[in-house]
């Protein structure tokens, strides 16, 4: 009996394609996907437009993250102010803290970790806070991290945390993390982050 050879992925692709029902399937998804781009960008408008008076050309909050430049420094009043209003999808105030991820947002600081310490029913808006605290935090403020990282309210998000204690890398950023190497949840990444260093 001779055995039929497999088809290749671009082979059956191009059966998927001939398809009419296969066809109007992703016409359908990706107009789903452009209406809700275009949703986020109504949302997002009032912070693009705050910026953008404020000298920060973007398209998006989402441009700033990442950046390696922190030419947009002086903005940081402007991303704090828009941070802090509820009226946000949490998906763009995601987006807005993870905007402040970097040194000289550190004063952003008492803003930032006060949304953490009340949001625990948002997963996007608890993952860019985190984000914000590990590129914000300092020696000074290493002690109020560590003890949000033991909150197990905060669930997977404080896994970013300790980014912002490897990042630091100070004599009190280390005796932290090795004092989180024997927690249930977060040891096994704490000693990953400091043979990292």
């Known amino acids: 009996m001779t055995r039929r050879k497999p088809k290749s992925a671009g082979a059956f692709m191009k059966e ?6 296969w066809r109007a399937a992703q016409a359908e998804k990706e107009r789903r996907v452009a209406e809700q781009e ?7 408008a009032p912070v693009v437009a705050a910026l953008a008076e404020a000298g920060v ?3 998006s909050v ?3 993250v990442n950046r390696k430049d922190d030419h947009y420094a002086d903005a940081v009043p402007v991303l704090v102010e828009h941070l802090q209003d509820e009226s946000y999808p949490d998906r763009v105030r995601e987006g807005i803290a993870r905007s402040l991820s970097f040194r000289k947002a550190a004063p952003a600081w008492p803003v930032i970790i006060e949304l953490y310490r009340s949001t625990t029913e948002s997963f996007d808006l608890q993952q860019g806070l985190a984000a914000a605290m590990a590129g914000t935090v300092t020696d000074e403020t290493v002690d109020e991290l560590v003890a949000e990282a ?10 970013l945390l300790l980014l912002g204690l490897k990042r630091l890398r100070t ?3 280390t005796e932290a993390l090795e ?3 024997g927690d249930p949840d977060l040891g096994d990444n704490a000693v990953e982050q400091l043979g990292e260093r």
């Open 171 to 173: 004599s009190k950023a």
């Open 150 to 159: 033991h909150r197990e309210e905060h669930g997977e998000s404080r896994l």
């Open 38 to 44: 275009e949703w986020y960008v109504d949302r997002e």
């Open 57 to 59: 050309e973007v398209e």
């Open 179 to 181: 004092g989180l190497r």
């Open 16 to 21: 998927l394609e001939a398809e009419p029902e």
């Open 62 to 64: 989402w441009d700033l």
